[in-house]
């Protein structure tokens, strides 16, 4: 099993940025295919982006196409969501997810593909 730990969440006026991170506990994240999702009040956990685990194919949800970037660092053992050019409705806590893949190029957009959760980190943006 994998532990996740996401940070760098925070308060940013629109059109700011921020990077989030998630540190895994383990040393084999190259393993794992990982996606970040995110959870407004009152609603449905949704899909924002994926990476495989080789970092060879990425997919990220047409509401921040264009404006987050997805990567990972797997000797760090780190994932990375770069935020650019914030909307109001981007606010959220941020979950990272992860699940062993067996092949290098596979990614996954469903919740139910994903075993392993962080503890989720808020970002808040104001108008």
């Known amino acids: 099993q994998v532990q996740l730990v996401e940070t760098g969440g925070g308060l940013v006026q629109a059109g700011g940025s921020l990077r989030l991170s998630c540190a895994a506990s383990r040393r084999s994240l190259s393993t794992y295919a990982m996606a970040w999702f995110r959870q407004a009040p009152g609603k449905e956990r949704e899909f924002v982006s994926a990476?495989?685990?080789?970092?060879?194919?990425?997919y990220s949800a047409d509401s921040v196409r264009g404006r987050f970037t997805v990567s990972r660092d797997n000797p760090k053992n780190t994932l990375y969501l770069q935020m650019n050019s914030l909307k109001p409705e981007d606010t959220a806590v941020y979950y990272c997810a992860a699940r062993i893949s067996e092949f290098g190029g596979n990614y996954y957009i469903t919740r139910s593909d994903y075993p392993y959760w962080g503890q989720g980190t808020q970002v808040t943006v104001s108008s």
């Open positions: 990476i495989s685990r080789n970092a060879v194919s990425r």
